[in-house]
């Protein structure tokens, strides 16, 4: 069982900026997804067991950065220049063995996060 204690989030405004962190009990891949009331679980951002390698949501790239401190297995997310449309709940997501890529679907996600809420007002 991995534990993941995820922190960050709440209201923000557009423009703002936001970070959010996860800790797992132990070294992983890692990664975050969000979802939005009546959209499935999308891939946000992941960084591979190391903390060398980002991948990225396309349409995130630009805004969004993920970065890993490998001495306290937690993983960053810094949310730059928020939008509305990014108002969703993050979710923290492990995998034991593979990598999370942007191909990653939801049910391959070994251990989630219990998630946290993002509200951007414009």
């Known amino acids: 069982q991995v534990h993941l204690v995820e922190s960050g989030g709440g209201l923000a405004q557009a423009g703002d900026s936001l970070r959010l962190s996860c800790t797992a009990s132990?070294?992983?891949?890692m990664g975050w997804f969000r979802q939005a009331p009546g959209k499935e679980r999308e891939f946000v951002a992941a960084?591979?067991?190391?903390?060398?390698?980002?991948y990225y949501a396309d349409s995130l790239k630009d805004r969004f950065v993920i970065s890993k401190d490998n001495a306290k297995n937690t993983i960053y997310l810094q949310m730059n220049s928020l939008k509305p449309e990014d108002s969703a709940v993050y979710y923290c997501?492990?995998?034991?063995?593979?990598?999370?890529?942007?191909?990653?679907?939801?049910?391959?996600?070994?251990?989630w996060g219990k998630g946290t809420l993002i509200t951007v007002s414009s």
């Open positions: 997501a492990v995998t034991l063995i593979k990598v999370i890529t942007p191909k990653t679907k939801p049910p391959e996600v070994d251990f």
């Open positions: 960084v591979n067991r190391g903390g060398g390698t980002q």
């Open positions: 132990g070294t992983y891949p």
